[in-house]
């Protein structure tokens, strides 16, 4: 068999297929496989119908037909299925072949698979891809990372295949080593769950607090897809509110309030646990999907604590307007916290991400897309080493144009009981991080009280500690581990 693929593509699911058929319209010729094999000869007679795509019904027969190094990529399910394949691939590849692994694999199973596979002298990828189907056949954002001698290899694919942003600038890049792909993009993911949240609050209120029809928050919508706000999230959101059904009532009204959730989310909250970093909006966002998950307590308890009226007094326009700073506001929080996440992750693994980088990559083709994020790519550019976003120039500004709407429109969601989780944490880290003084000397004074877990003083340089014996009854013996 004559060697003359360019890429193998392992698993023939939506997002499988749709990539497939991308980079067939790209000039590179692609063999299809899939565990059932029969899902091979129907996308071939289908989907693939008419284009350059092989098929292969075994993975030798597959290999046979791979031009060296020999690039498989694997868009399977996320876990078990992604080390049984890589085995087998280990049984038929040779030192120098890649293997890449597209699929939502935590970052930290990947580390484990690029020594792994590294260690038997082939080169590994584990890759995000984001956008779904549409971006997965139009031009996805792709994040990859691992071993950095495949991605010259690899390169010439990713980038033909992505979404583009301004002059053709392709929306892939390297991001790092080991799991930096997996990582940034699980962030990504976990940045994605708190646009959603902070738009669903938005909404809420629109709702319950100003009386708004789908149509009319529909309208609002479409307005602030004309600003600073416009993003693909705010657009379907648009889109959804306009949406009937067969009856010709709004669709909107008739889904189940219970969302769902895959556990990227989840991972990206409890990294930032890891790390110490007050990722708080996804955290509440991830919350806020749990929430809406307990149906059934839910409306046994709004039997007990009915609302009472959560009108807003007032004008309805400037309200809208109050609430689109508010949303602005807190998804400058959100971005913030996410990126503060990244570098803490890249500092614990020795990564040496490019956050203007990051940005562009995320620019288009995925679904947290957004011209917001093209202001992210100016900060970095501008200062590489920034570590609060809130300080660049151009977002203190813009911050600090929001804070007044944002104040009004938490306190008076708090004070109509219409919650909003992800706005009102979002202005507590604001009005956290810009405190001087918090209130943790009292916590560490707690804490040496019944623990003698010493503290630091005002008074005296940092990295002296002091136990106070505050009962008169303890011993002068202090605890020997201290963790700010
Ligand atoms: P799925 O996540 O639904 O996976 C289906 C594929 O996995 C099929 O090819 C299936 O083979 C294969 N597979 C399964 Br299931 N268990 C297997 C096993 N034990 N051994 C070998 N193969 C196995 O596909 P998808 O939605 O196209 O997603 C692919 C990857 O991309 C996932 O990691 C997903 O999280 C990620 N992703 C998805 C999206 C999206 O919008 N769907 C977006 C971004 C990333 P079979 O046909 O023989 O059952």
């Not at 954002?141 to 950095?148: A, E, L």
């Not at 956050?355 to 288009?364: D, E, K, N, P, Q």
């Not at 106070?468 to 700010?484: D, K, L, Q």
Request: hydrophobic share 40%.
């Amino acid at each position: 068999m004559e060697p003359r693929a360019d890429i193998a593509v392992v698993g023939l699911a939506v997002m499988g297929q749709n990539l497939i058929l991308n980079m067939n319209d790209h000039g590179f010729t692609v063999v299809a496989y899939n565990r059932t094999t029969s899902k091979v000869d129907d996308f071939l007679n289908n989907e693939a119908k008419g284009t350059n795509v092989l098929g292969a019904h075994s993975l030798p027969e597959m290999v046979a037909l791979l031009k060296k190094p020999r690039r498989v990529m694997l868009m399977v399910k996320a876990g078990a299925a992604v080390d049984e394949f890589i085995e087998s691939l280990l049984g038929v590849l040779e030192p120098g072949d890649i293997i890449i692994d597209g699929g939502n694999s935590l970052f930290e199973d990947t580390i484990r698979r690029v020594k792994h596979v590294e260690s038997k002298g082939l080169l590994y990828i584990g890759t995000g891809v984001s956008g779904g189907e549409e971006g997965a056949r139009r031009g996805p954002s792709i994040m990859p990372g691992g071993s950095p001698a495949a991605w010259p290899h690899v390169k010439p694919i990713f980038q033909a295949i992505s979404a583009k942003v301004g002059e053709n600038v392709p929306c892939c890049d390297w991001v790092g080593e080991g799991g930096a792909g997996h990582y940034v993009k699980m962030t990504h993911n976990g940045i994605e769950y708190g646009d959603m949240q902070l738009i669903c609050e938005a909404y809420h209120i629109m709702k319950d607090g100003l009386g708004m029809t789908p149509d009319e928050m529909s309208a609002a919508f479409a307005e602030w897809n004309k600003g600073e706000l416009e993003s693909y999230l705010i657009e379907i959101t648009r889109d959804i509110l306009a949406k009937k059904d067969d009856d010709g009532a709004p669709l909107v009204d008739k889904i189940l309030d219970t969302a769902g959730q895959k556990g990227t989310g989840k991972w990206t909250v409890i990294s930032s646990q890891e790390f110490g970093i007050p990722i708080t909006l996804i955290a509440e966002a991830v919350f806020s999907r749990c929430v809406s998950a307990m149906k059934d307590a839910r409306v046994e308890a709004a039997k007990v604590f009915k609302s009472s009226n959560p009108k807003f007094a007032g004008d309805r326009a400037q309200w809208v307007n109050d609430i689109r700073k508010a949303l602005y506001a807190s998804k400058m929080i959100s971005y913030t916290q996410g990126y503060m996440l990244m570098r803490a992750a890249a500092k614990q693994y020795g990564w040496n991400l490019n956050y203007g980088g990051i940005a562009l990559m995320w620019r288009g083709g995925c679904i947290i897309r957004s011209v917001f994020l093209g202001d992210i790519k100016k900060a970095f550019d501008k200062n590489p080493g920034l570590t609060n976003l809130l300080l660049d120039p151009f977002f203190k500004r813009e911050i600090k144009s929001c804070t007044r709407s944002w104040r009004k429109v938490v306190s008076t969601a708090i004070k109509k009981g219409i919650p909003v989780p992800a706005f009102s944490t979002a202005l507590a880290f604001f009005d956290g991080i810009r405190s001087e003084r918090l209130p943790a000397n009292l916590l560490q004074a707690q804490r040496d009280y019944f623990g003698a877990h010493t503290y630091e003083r005002l008074d005296k340089p940092r990295g002296e500690f002091f136990h106070t014996n505050w009962t008169g009854t303890g011993g002068r013996v202090a605890s020997s581990t201290y963790t700010v």
